[in-house]
């Protein structure tokens, strides 16, 4: 892919301070390792259980995966087709290097899985020389690894288990694993972290309720019981 640049400082520049006292060239010197080090990045979002973070600062892609390396986080390799629909909103501007590389006449991503399906490939795209992928809107782009572009960070979602009110609880969502009285001596937070999808469950005492395919009936005695406890996993980006 081909793209113009025009010289520009974004909005991050304003987020510095710079201390009286200093000389131009120490000024000079702070400028710069702000914007080497990408410090100006957005906030982190989330899709699902996953945290994304977009840079502010162009670099080339061996720089890049060394930055999100730096923020606890990878250089973004991209699931699926539905995270790459998801994604779609958050990378509306401007372009972005994520981990796939060319290797030999195929591109992959980082963890070795092959990149991409034809679909997701801009009209015309990869071209000759392209060895790097960018993403933009609705597809992606080949690249040059060696220019400077912005990246796209991720890493796994932190999470806690909180405890809520069954009046508070989500219950045509809830997951549950109903596994055995002391779940095989496993918590039920751990046993729910065995099973995909599951970010609710229901307890007594130790003992992992199922409630998902059970009768209303059911239900309704189980928020009758005084000592049930009803847990949800709350996901959050640092």
């Given at each position: 892919?081909?793209?113009s640049f025009?010289l520009?400082i974004d909005s991050c520049?304003?987020?510095?301070?710079i201390?009286?006292?200093?000389t131009?060239?120490e000024?000079?010197?702070?400028?710069l390792?702000?914007?080497?080090?990408g410090?100006c990045?957005?906030?982190?979002?989330r899709?699902?259980?996953?945290?994304?973070?977009?840079?502010?600062?162009?670099?080339?892609?061996?720089?890049?995966v060394?930055?999100?390396q730096?923020?606890?986080?990878?250089l973004?390799?991209?699931?699926?087709?539905?995270?790459?629909k998801?994604l779609?909103?958050f990378v509306?501007?401007p372009?972005y290097?994520?981990?796939a590389k060319?290797?030999l006449?195929v591109?992959?991503w980082?963890?070795g899985?092959?990149?991409c399906p034809p679909s997701?490939?801009?009209s015309?795209?990869?071209?000759?020389?392209?060895?790097?992928v960018l993403?933009?809107?609705?597809?992606?782009y080949?690249?040059?690894?060696?220019?400077?572009m912005?990246?796209?960070c991720?890493k796994?979602?932190?999470y806690k288990?909180?405890?809520?009110?069954?009046e508070?609880?989500?219950?045509?969502d809830?997951?549950g694993?109903?596994i055995m009285p002391?779940?095989d001596?496993?918590s039920c937070?751990?046993?729910?972290?065995?099973?995909?999808g599951c970010?609710?469950?229901?307890?007594?005492?130790?003992?992992?309720?199922n409630?998902?395919n059970?009768?209303?009936i059911?239900?309704?005695?189980?928020?009758?019981r005084p000592?049930?406890?009803f847990y949800e996993?709350i996901?959050?980006c640092?």
């Amino acid at each position: 892919m081909r793209i113009s640049f025009h010289l520009n400082i974004d909005s991050c520049s304003k987020r510095m301070v710079i201390i009286t006292k200093t000389t131009t060239m120490e000024r000079i010197g702070c400028f710069l390792l702000l914007i080497t080090t990408g410090l100006c990045s957005k906030e982190w979002y989330r899709i699902n259980s996953t945290c994304f973070q977009t840079s502010q600062t162009k670099v080339d892609q061996i720089t890049a995966v060394k930055l999100c390396q730096e923020r606890g986080a990878i250089l973004h390799s991209i699931k699926n087709d539905a995270e790459f629909k998801a994604l779609a909103p958050f990378v509306s501007e401007p372009y972005y290097f994520v981990s796939a590389k060319k290797n030999l006449s195929v591109f992959k991503w980082s963890d070795g899985r092959n990149c991409c399906p034809p679909s997701w490939w801009s009209s015309g795209e990869p071209q000759e020389g392209d060895n790097c992928v960018l993403i933009y809107q609705n597809y992606i782009y080949g690249y040059s690894c060696a220019k400077p572009m912005y990246f796209l960070c991720s890493k796994t979602a932190d999470y806690k288990w909180t405890l809520v009110k069954w009046e508070n609880y989500n219950w045509p969502d809830l997951c549950g694993v109903g596994i055995m009285p002391n779940a095989d001596g496993r918590s039920c937070e751990e046993v729910c972290d065995s099973h995909p999808g599951c970010d609710q469950f229901a307890k007594i005492s130790n003992l992992c309720i199922n409630i998902r395919n059970d009768a209303p009936i059911d239900k309704c005695i189980v928020r009758m019981r005084p000592n049930v406890e009803f847990y949800e996993r709350i996901f959050g980006c640092e």
